[in-house]
């Protein structure tokens, strides 16, 4: 069973629904997802699995880290997406094992720096949750345990506008030939457009999904530059 916000993209939907998986919708700016995760685990003696604060979990999603790390070697600069912080805490104990004086640089979207508002008070903020087209990135605030990891292991956190993304996916289509989510592009768009200066610098960029329908896309990368 997992629960999705109701704007979530049809394509993501759809593929769990193809994988076999039960999906809820709710209302992100009207329902707490905890709370209702929480009741739906008690009420069918389900475990319920967080999507980004727990040990295991975020362990787990550092592992793309761990695996570029393996292919590339040491790097100076690691640039990673950024919502409740699961894939960013994760990414840090990998560079801090394997790449020791690698700069790692979470990235969120502008409209939704809570992460960014908690890394530089030194207390997790709540925002209201943030309009943005980085739409897995939506989060009102980090994990107490992701938290904890990004306050000792990240050395900054950035955020990029919704355009910047856009110009992001667009270079990605282009360039590369991929597919990546708005909430995918967070990292590449900080790289581009964050002001750090990476060039000359060996530079690694997390790419984070590739959930996005295709019309929207189109209406994303087509519109003017």
Do not use: W
Not at 19 to 46: H, N, P, S
Not at 99 to 112: F, M, R
Not at 183 to 188: I, P, W
């Amino acid at each position: 069973v997992i629960l999705m916000p109701i704007d979530a993209p049809q394509a993501k939907i759809d593929a769990t629904r193809g994988y076999g998986g039960e999906v809820i919708l709710f209302d992100r700016f009207k329902q707490d997802r905890e709370v209702l995760t929480r009741e739906i685990a008690a009420q069918r003696g389900m475990t319920l699995i967080p999507p980004f604060d727990h040990a295991d979990v975020l362990t787990g999603q550092g592992t793309a880290a761990k695996e570029l790390f393996d292919e590339v070697g040491e790097l100076d600069y690691l640039f990673v997406c950024m919502g409740g912080g699961g894939l960013l805490s994760g990414s840090a104990l990998s560079a801090r094992a394997l790449s020791p004086a690698c700069q790692v640089i979470g990235v969120e979207p502008e409209a939704g720096n809570d992460g960014q508002q908690s890394f530089r008070s030194g207390a997790i903020v709540r925002i209201p949750t943030p309009k943005t087209i980085a739409d897995g990135a939506q989060t009102q605030a980090v994990g107490e345990i992701t938290f904890a990891i990004i306050q000792r292991d990240v050395d900054d956190i950035s955020t990029v506008t919704d355009p910047q993304l856009v110009d992001a996916m667009r270079f990605y289509a282009e360039r590369m030939k991929m597919i990546v989510e708005p909430t995918g592009c967070l990292s590449l768009a900080a790289v581009c457009h964050a002001g750090i200066p990476v060039q000359g610098k060996r530079v690694g960029v997390i790419v984070s999904g590739g959930n996005v329908d295709l019309q929207r896309f189109g209406q994303l990368v087509g519109s003017p530059a």
